[in-house]
């Protein structure tokens, strides 16, 4: 089963829930914290690690230690059957658990970039973009396409690695494939809506999602 939880950083402007937060943090991540130049690049890197604290509790699991694979993929040692992954885009956190290898991506939806498709999408998923009638649809399926290629990327475990053109999501008929497939294990994808201007994908070796997302207030936990 793959569970979705979602949270808003802005919260963390409160300098002393950010103090609270950020002290529950292990050591890397608040190294990995104290990196980031910018204020709200902090909160961000802060809510995905509290909002991991937080998913990981819901299964039970207390300290554990979080390591790297040669990938680039961090996991959770000792846990063989529990994966993770984290995004955040603008103000927004993502975080997936699952008992299988899996990913998710969180975008903004932002001014559409045509540049950007070029470069990124393959000439099918630039049809499907280009199929569609007003710039506000084209936006949307640029998005939806965007953060489906990169929860494969990342549930693959090839992240950045895998470069963006050289495969495609094709959406037919309420499915989801890769096509051509750059990982002979078979993925499951599913698409989350939330009106709030973000698009939110998961991608697993799992079949089975939660129905929607959890929204957790970082004030509270």
């Not at 402007?13 to 902090?42: G, M, N, S, W």
């Not at 710039?135 to 990342?154: D, I, V």
């Not at 499915?175 to 002979?184: F, G, L, N, Q, T």
């Not at 294990?185 to 929607?212: H, I, Q, V």
Request: glycine residues 8%; aromatic residues 12%.
């Amino acid at each position: 089963m793959v569970k979705v939880y979602i949270a808003d950083v802005t919260i963390l402007q409160d300098e002393e829930i950010y103090k609270q937060l950020y002290a529950h943090l292990d050591e890397e991540r608040r190294v990995k914290t104290d990196r980031f130049r910018f204020p709200k690049d902090r909160r961000l890197s802060v809510g995905a690690g509290a909002l991991l604290i937080y998913a990981l509790q819901k299964e039970n699991v207390g300290n554990v230690s979080i390591e790297v694979k040669p990938t680039g993929k961090p996991y959770l040692a000792g846990k063989e059957n529990l994966f993770f992954n984290l995004s955040h885009s603008e103000n927004m956190v993502m975080c997936v658990v699952a008992d299988k290898e899996v990913g998710c991506d969180v975008e903004r939806r932002t001014e559409f970039d045509r540049a950007l498709a070029s470069y990124v999408m393959t000439k099918q998923e630039l049809q499907q973009i280009y199929g569609l009638d007003s710039e506000a649809e084209q936006q949307e399926m640029f998005f939806r396409l965007w953060t489906l290629k990169e929860s494969y990327m990342k549930a693959t475990g090839f992240g950045i690695g895998l470069e963006p053109g050289t495969f495609g999501i094709k959406m037919e008929k309420g499915s989801i494939s890769v096509i051509p497939p750059v990982d002979e294990r078979e993925f499951f994808f599913k698409e989350y809506y939330a009106d709030d201007g973000y698009c939110y994908s998961c991608c697993s070796l799992s079949d089975t999602f939660s129905e929607g997302m959890t929204k957790v207030d970082l004030g509270e936990i």
